[in-house]
């Protein structure tokens, strides 16, 4: 990896995570904001492939566990993106992917992302509530994710193709 990149990637996970906790918390729609850490992290996997995402996944996920106002178990973040970064990572194609593709990759991987950080606190007991209300926050955060998309994911995917372009060899 070029440090160009690394350095890149960070700036745009602190960009996101600024956004995510200082912004959105105004706009926030029952209590729920869009995942900014999750979008450049698919966006990094879709343009760069699964080893990359999974680490950048973990590095946004443990400043975003970090980051206040958190108030849950710190790791639980950081399970869930690199997660997501992995398996956004593997949808990749060599070709450019289409509008598509990337909105149903963000859907998918919101979901999953989204899933496992809420399993994650039942599992550990931290801020017990009950199933119907995850899935609400679930669905929620799926559909904040998804409408951020266009807005967000051509931006982090122009970023990382510019950085260091993909090889034809």
Known sequence: MSPIRGLAAVAAVAVALVLQVS??????????????????????????????????????????????????????????????????????????????????????????????????GIVLSDGIVGIPDLLRVILVAVLWDVLLTPFVLPLVMAMFHRLEPARTT
């Open 23 to 120: 912004v959105f918390p105004h706009l926030a729609w029952d209590g729920i904001v869009p995942n900014l850490c999750l979008l450049v992290v698919v966006g990094a996997a879709l343009t760069r492939g699964p080893q990359f995402a999974a680490v950048l996944g973990f590095v946004a996920g443990l400043v975003l566990d970090l980051a206040p106002p958190a108030d849950h178990v710190a790791g639980r973040w950081a399970l869930a993106l690199v997660v997501v970064g992995y398996v956004a990572g593997r949808m990749r194609q060599d070709v450019k992917p289409t509008a598509a593709a990337v909105v149903a990759t963000v859907a998918a991987s919101s979901f999953v992302g989204t899933s496992i950080f809420a399993l994650s």
